[in-house]
């Protein structure tokens, strides 16, 4: 049998058996802390962590409701935005529509006093053409008939001065014979007035004999439809016939003669 040995060091030792060696550990004692030395300061403690607990659980109460009500103002806060953010963007749209139509109303405004102002100005240039063609043709019967080369302001002048001239020989004209001429002046008048008159008198006529013409030449109109009736028709008596015979019998009628004189 194999002689062993024994080999000691710091924490373990070593045995030799033959060949084969076996490692060993040592044994030693741990000794651990102690943190409480007497059970009631484990109850004190728990006493104290629970009315840490108890003093947490209000403040996280309130923690929770501040929590919530911030909440329901975040949300009510945001949904407000968002409404006024649809108002804002309701109102910017109608804003720019109006600012189109009130751009496209200042255009058309702009095109009709553009219109406005050539067709006056082509009216006016008309108007001034129709008055020196009048006063041209008051200048040829008044003042010289003879064609000229006046302007529309020297014939208005020359008119004027013919004016001035007539109204002075009028002013020396005796005042017998002014009225003479006034009196003549009216029966002209008169008479072109009743010459009007009858020209109007004769027209009508002529028109109301073409009308008579072409209404008794025209084919007459047949009435179509249902003909009209009454809304009610009066309904006659009727006379109730008898069937029986109201001539007396000669019986009877010799009773009523011969009876009365008998008595």
Known sequence: MAAGFRVQSGS???????????????????????????????LDLMAELTEQNLCLIPHSTRVDETLQELKQTIDATWKKMIKDDEKLT?????????????????????KKVELHDSLKTQDQDILLDALGAKVTEVHRRCVDSRLTNLSTLEKLSS????????LELIEN????????LRMIKDNER?????????????????????????KSQGESKKLTGRRLMPRCIPLGQKVKVSDEDNVPNEEELHAFLFTSEDS
């Open 159 to 166: 008119v004027e001065y013919r004016m001035t001239v007539v």
């Open 190 to 214: 008169k008479a072109r007035q009743r010459e009007e008159q009858l020209r109007l008198e004769m027209e009508r006529k002529i028109e109301m004999m073409k009308k008579c013409f072409r």
């Open 173 to 180: 004209i005796p005042e017998e014979e002014l009225e003479t």
């Open 90 to 110: 309701l109102q910017v749209n109608d804003m720019e529509e109006r600012i189109r139509n009130e751009t496209e109303r200042a255009t058309l405004l702009k």
């Open 12 to 42: 373990s030792c070593v045995i030799q058996q033959g060949a084969h060696a076996v490692l060993c550990p040592r044994r030693h004692s741990v000794r651990k802390h102690q943190y409480f030395s007497d059970p009631q300061q484990l």
